[in-house]
Antibody, heavy 114, light 110 residues
Framework: EVQLVESGGGLVQPGGSLRLSCAASGFTFSNYGMNWVRQAPGKGLEWVSHISGSGGPIYYADFVKGRFTISRDNARKSLSLQMNSLRDEDTALYFC???????WGQGTLVNVSS | QAGLTQPPSVSQGLRQTATLTCTGNHNNVGNQGAAWLQQHQGLPPKLLSDRSNNRPSGISERFSTSRSGNTASLTITGLQPEDEADYYCSAWDSDLTVWMFGGGTKLTVL
């Protein structure tokens, strides 16, 4: 059974940093690209970043370029998102999503507030 | 980055048929196809159909998808109360190299 479990969310002040992690199981992790997708409270889905199975290429949404960094550790079956210079508008539930959006984690909540 | 276009809401009667649409352009929906996701309140999205119009195991045959040009469609037959949810389409844009989502359609079963 495919499982994706996010962690690392929390309350952070504007300008602060946070690192999200996603533990994957139930499939050959290195064979799949992975994504981070977020959903602000009461809003729709918004794609954040993608990393291929081998670790490259990497793509970002314009609104996170230069602030967020996606990475993966295939040996540990782990996906990460380093988020710097956080803004109020980054407040959202962040989902770890496999490949072409076929499996989703439960999400981890990031709250950027002073 | 403009997203894909979905109607904000659709309402249809119990046991009726609802068709939801998703419009993009030749770089995303028209070229790569669109995946469809269902999201119930408080839960993560669930894949209903991939970009090749294939349903994952366990998804009811009442859900079917198609594409014509730059518009993808999700048709739900025999509407049930549990079909009330938000529905999103998603497509890879080969020109912008980004994943796109529609704004979502809230389906109400009357």
């Amino acid at each position: 059974e495919v499982q994706l479990v996010e962690s690392g969310g929390g309350l952070v002040q504007p300008g602060g940093s946070l690192r999200l992690s996603c533990a994957a199981s139930g499939f050959t992790f290195s064979n799949y690209g992975m994504n981070w997708v977020r959903q602000a409270p009461g809003k729709g889905l918004e794609w954040v970043s993608h990393i291929s199975g081998s670790g490259g290429p990497i793509y970002y949404a314009d609104f996170v370029k230069g602030r967020f960094t996606i990475s993966r550790d295939n040996a540990r079956k782990s996906l990460s998102l380093q988020m710097n210079s956080l803004r109020d508008e980054d407040t959202a539930l962040y989902f770890c999503v496999r490949g072409t959006m076929d499996y989703w984690g439960q999400g981890t909540l990031v709250n950027v507030s002073s | 980055q403009a997203g894909l276009t979905q109607p904000p809401s659709v309402s249809q009667g119990l046991r009726q048929t609802a068709t939801l649409t998703c419009t993009g352009n030749h770089n995303n929906v028209g070229n790569q196809g669109a995946a469809w996701l269902q999201q119930h309140q408080g839960l993560p999205p669930k894949l209903l159909s991939d970009r090749s119009n294939n349903r994952p195991s366990g998804i009811s045959e009442r859900f079917s998808t198609s594409r014509s040009g730059n518009t993808a469609s999700l048709t739900i037959t025999g509407l049930q109360p549990e079909d009330e949810a938000d529905y999103y389409c998603s497509a890879w844009d080969s020109d912008l190299t980004v994943w796109m989502f529609g704004g979502g359609t809230k389906l109400t079963v009357l």
